[in-house]
């Protein structure tokens, strides 16, 4: 399979616990997202690497969220001393790069629990 | 403010009875135009990009559209695997990695 990957698929955590998440993207792809997804709603988008390069960040992204791309494969996100209203779909896509806007390949998602 | 309004909400369609959906955007400059499926507890799967109006793509039964001011996706006789949420989003001049979403129209067929 070449598509995106992303692990864990479920993650219950107790509130005030650290978490992090894995995303692989399509291997040719140099771009990277992340989004976070509630029921009903569209994703909202956190953050975007290009390689390793964190170009963007969401303004309503806590500081208690970060997110790596080390060697501009896989990503990390964590999230730390995770709160209730963090429980959600966290998305990761990947996409070409250029000066097209390209269509963005999405993984199967995390969904995280907080009790 | 850029934005991406999708109607109806929810629509419910016997099989085999053709309808279309809705996306209506208000966006500086429109670079391109996505179309999503997402099915419950999955990623949105991609369908079909568009960049300018009069433009149309087709893919099974699903053929998406674009004007100047909104798009459809119109859905011919479906069948009940055809249930899901569909999603638009736009990217803009100033922005084209960024995706604008709407809220989706969540679509199920009944045998």
């Known amino acids: 399979d070449t598509g995106v990957s992303q692990d864990p698929r479920h993650k219950i955590t107790k509130r005030g616990q650290n978490v992090t998440f894995r995303c692989d993207p399509i291997?040719?792809?140099?771009?990277l997202y992340w989004y976070r997804q509630t029921l009903g709603q569209g994703p909202e988008f956190l953050t975007y690497?290009?390689?390793?390069?964190?170009?963007?960040k969401s303004r309503l992204l806590s500081d208690r969220f970060s997110a790596e791309r080390p060697k501009g494969s896989f990503s990390t996100l964590e999230i730390q001393r995770t709160e209730q209203g963090d429980s959600a779909m966290y998305l990761c896509?990947?996409?070409?790069?250029?000066?097209?806007?390209?269509?963005?390949?999405f993984g199967p998602g995390t969904r995280l629990t907080v009790t | 403010e850029d934005q991406v309004t999708q109607s109806p909400e929810a629509l419910r369609l016997q099989e085999g009875e053709s309808s279309s959906l809705n996306c209506s955007y208000t966006v500086s400059g429109l670079r391109g135009l996505f179309w999503y499926r997402q099915d419950p507890g999955k990623g949105p799967e991609f369908l079909f990009t568009?960049?300018?109006?009069?433009e149309e793509k087709e893919k099974e039964r699903l053929k998406a559209t674009l004007t100047k001011k909104e798009s459809f996706l119109h859905i011919t006789a479906p069948k009940p695997e055809d249930s899901a949420t569909y999603l638009c989003a736009v990217t803009n001049a100033g922005n084209n990695r960024k995706l604008i979403w709407g809220l989706g129209t969540s679509l199920g067929v009944n045998p």
């Open positions: 896509a990947s996409s070409s790069s250029g000066t097209g806007p390209y269509e963005q390949y």
């Open positions: 568009l960049y300018s109006a009069g």
């Open positions: 690497f290009q390689n390793e390069a964190q170009l963007e």
């Open positions: 291997s040719e792809h140099n771009r």
